[in-house]
Every structure is written in structure tokens, then in C-alpha cells.
């Protein structure tokens, strides 16, 4: 459910924004950039690797980067 929120900007970042974001975009455009900033929440981030693990075309990037886990490497 959105929540309508007053916020407050330097003139020159408000100016920036205008000249970059449609007005019809602009709440998606701070969405976006506000959620790219903070820290993705423990459950969704476990709940994604859990949901890419069982994606069949990941296990054949095994072979591909086994490399990078040490194995093959010289000794």
C-alpha cells in the first residue's frame, strides 16, 4: 500500500531530479533509488538464494567457475 510522504531537498539536487525524471515517474524514480540504498532485508535476500538454487541452467556453472573455488588451482 503506498504511503504519501513530504520530504525536503537542496534546490540544486530538486533541479537535477526534474531535468532527469519525468514528473509521472518521479515516486518510482525515489522508490528506486531509495531501495538501491539500503541494506536488502535478511528474509528476501535467504528466500532469493534459495529460489536460485533450485534453478536447473545454475548447475551447470559449476563447471564453469570451479576454478575460482580454489580447485585447479596451482599449488
Known sequence: MPVRLN??????VYAR?????????LSAFIAWAVRAKLHPDARALKAAYQAA????????LDEDWK?????????
Do not use: A, C, F
Open 17 to 25: 531530479l526534474k531535468k532527469v525524471v519525468p514528473p509521472n515517474k
Open 7 to 12: 520530504i525536503t531537498m537542496d534546490d540544486d
Open 53 to 60: 538454487s533450485k534453478e536447473r541452467w545454475r548447475s551447470g
Open 67 to 75: 576454478h575460482i573455488d580454489g580447485e585447479g588451482w596451482p599449488k
